[in-house]
Nanobody, 123 residues
């Protein structure tokens, strides 16, 4: 599975962005997908994840109520809608695809990673 993330950019605090991650490969629909982020000087952290069916969804506490993850298996794409953005949301955002049947916040669940897309939120 290869992943291509897009949609990052510069936005003012309070604004919105939608990230997309397009996956190649036939097994996307049976794998969970997740978004992680890494801010300068910090470790990579979990943001959100969605199960292969889209039924099970998890969010980091820091983004609950502001971010929404969704997937379209027909398009092999996962999205991250980000609203009410804060300067502390500034980071490189990575999409990832998990091992079949698994979804969650641990990076160890994920076999494939995209290249990252930069989100910068100005105050």
């Amino acid at each position: 599975v290869q992943l291509q993330a897009s949609g990052g950019g510069l936005v003012q605090a309070g604004g919105s962005l939608r990230l997309s991650c397009a996956a190649s490969g036939r097994s996307f629909s049976i794998r969970g997908t997740g978004w992680f982020r890494q801010a300068p000087g910090k470790e990579r952290e979990f943001v959100a994840a969605v199960s292969s069916s889209g039924v099970r969804i998890e969010y980091a506490d820091s983004v609950k109520g502001r971010f929404t993850i969704a997937r379209d298996n027909a398009k092999n794409t996962v999205y991250l809608q980000m609203s009410s953005l804060k300067p502390e949301d500034t980071a490189v955002y990575y999409c990832a695809v998990s091992r079949p049947g698994i979804v969650g916040s641990s990076p160890s669940f994920y076999d494939y990673w995209g290249q990252g897309t930069l989100v910068t939120v100005s105050s």
